[in-house]
């Protein structure tokens, strides 16, 4: 399916852009130079009648997005949390994409219910509202359990949602395509392996079930999390196309004026948002990829309640430490560990210079740390960082797509709530503390102890491994040279004192 058939759709998009005259306001409130602007008028205007006309009623880049689909308007919500990059009025205007779109039909979200969990909606719940919210892939409605009275939230998937996703992802794939046949120098960015994972992630986003597992397991790592809240599903009442969550109540992040009234403080919020962020990806290793507002809303006691849980990150313990120690060496402006950090990880080739390696690392952080508060930028960094990686032959790194474009989406909040936010200032204390947990002596012992244990499981079999290796040398090799037979018994000795070893260390950490 993802053959030339997808030029229409990519010539389609910029049509869309055109006739509902989101290309003017874009490049617009980008400050695009006017050859650029006057350039893309012209070769857009040609094909602006085979473009969606949208809804008259929304300003013109929302109106192009909703008419293209549930793709692109999962990139509108990632522009809306980013107004130092569209500006503030097209950030405020992408805003009804994340939880504000045209809702469908009451009755067929219950038919939909009653036909996926194979029973009368009355025996489930005693009441079922309109859609209370309404996004690109799924609404929401306000229940009642039938048994307990208890309040809960229905998310029902919209209808042939995964052919409209599937037809978007295939022009994605073709575009990628030509990108690498006609610009080889970007087959180093592999565009085709990002939007492979771009596609993951959305079809994760499209099983109910999975939400559900992600929700439940977020849960259970953040329970501790002070002022921090995590809706837990009703099992009974979820499967692939439908999930029922405990209903949470709480002012919308993206409402500032609400927030205002409600007398909550923005500057600790926008703090909060961020520590949370990076305290999950770092010390669980599991977060929410989706963090933008309308995934978060303010308890009345100021707790923050997150939803929304299609789209969730995981990255592994070794990358973790990477990542950390990246943060780190930056904030503390060692750029030779960062350097270092980049080599060890297999991140830049070998044959690389680090040398020049730290000095072009130093290059991206003095100008951003020589900003005031405002101007201080993680995504500032990543941008700067990406383009000094390339000239030394660093690949993306898929595994981090989406820590990478949360923690812009996340920063996009964080500003939006307290534009003077430092960045750097508020993430130093989650990242000290990880790397004080995870990269000195004690992280190298309770790796010991680790290794230590899975050897250990070996050690019952290691007198027959040991012996079946030697009567198999002991066949092809003279009597002369053949191996003690000794061996068998050091090598149960060690299993049994790394057994030992590991129960040890373990108790004393």
């Known amino acids: 399916m993802r053959g030339p058939h997808n030029i229409w759709r990519l010539v389609r998009t910029g049509a869309t852009f055109e006739r509902t005259g989101a290309m003017r306001a874009v490049l ?24 969606y006309a949208g809804d008259p009623a929304q300003p013109p880049l929302t109106r192009a997005l909703t008419a293209l689909g549930p793709a692109y308007i999962k990139f509108g919500q990632i522009l809306s949390t980013r107004p130092d990059v569209v500006g503030d009025e097209l950030a405020a205007q992408l805003r009804v994409l994340q939880d504000k779109l045209p809702p469908f ?59 409209a996703f599937r037809r978007d992802i295939d022009a994605f794939y073709f575009a990628a395509g030509l990108i690498e046949l006609l610009l080889p120098g970007t087959r180093r960015l592999r565009p085709s392996d990002v939007i492979a994972h771009f596609e993951s992630v959305v079809m994760g986003e499209l099983d109910l079930r999975l939400e559900s597992a992600a929700a439940a397991e977020f849960a259970d790592n953040t329970a501790r999390d002070p002022a921090f809240r995590v809706p837990r599903p009703r099992w009974m009442l979820c499967d692939a196309n439908v999930m029922t969550l405990d209903w949470a109540e709480g002012t919308p992040l993206g409402d500032i004026s609400a927030l205002d009234a409600a007398g909550h403080d923005r500057r600790v919020l926008g703090d909060r948002v961020l520590q949370l962020f990076l305290r999950h990806a770092l010390r669980d290793g599991y977060f929410h990829a989706d963090m933008h507002q309308g995934n978060l809303k303010v308890a009345a006691n100021g707790d923050l309640i997150a939803l929304d849980f299609g789209i ?9 430490r990477v990542y950390a120690e990246i943060l780190f060496g930056f904030m503390r402006k060692d750029y030779r560990r960062v350097a270092e950090v980049h080599f060890e990880a297999g991140y830049v080739p070998a044959d690389q210079d680090i040398d020049e390696f730290a000095r072009a690392l130093r290059s991206v952080g003095e100008p951003i740390f020589g900003m005031d508060a405002s101007g201080i930028s993680m995504a500032r960094l990543l941008s700067y960082l990406f383009q000094v990686t390339e000239r030394f032959g660093m690949e993306t790194r898929t595994e981090l797509i989406l820590l990478q474009r949360t923690m812009v989406v996340v920063e996009g909040v964080a500003r939006s709530l307290n534009p003077q936010i430092n960045i750097w200032e508020v993430a130093q204390p989650v ?79």
């Open 105 to 163: 039909e009451t009755a067929t979200a219950k038919r939909m219910v009653e036909t996926e969990l194979e029973r009368p909606l009355a025996a489930m719940y005693s009441e079922f509202s309109e859609p209370v919210a309404a996004a690109s892939i799924a609404q929401v409605h306000h229940a009642r359990l039938a048994d307990s009275g208890a309040e809960v939230a229905v998310k029902v998937l919209r209808p042939a949602i995964h052919q």
């Open 312 to 320: 969730m990150g995981r990255i592994d313990a070794y990358t973790r």
């Open 431 to 509: 990242v000290e503390e990880y790397i004080e947990e995870n990269v000195g002596p004690r992280a190298a012992l309770r790796d010991l102890v680790h290794t230590a244990r899975v050897l250990s499981r070996f050690g019952p079999r290691l007198p027959q491994m040991v012996e079946d290796a030697l009567i198999g040398r002991g066949r092809a090799e003279p009597a002369d040279t053949r191996p003690s037979r000794l061996w068998p018994v050091a090598y149960v000795m060690l299993g049994a004192a790394l057994t030992g070893a590991g129960v040890w260390l373990g108790a004393l950490i």
């Open 28 to 51: 617009e409130a980008m400050g695009a130079p006017a050859r650029l602007r006057l350039a893309a008028r012209v070769l857009a205007w040609p094909f602006a009648w085979m473009g």
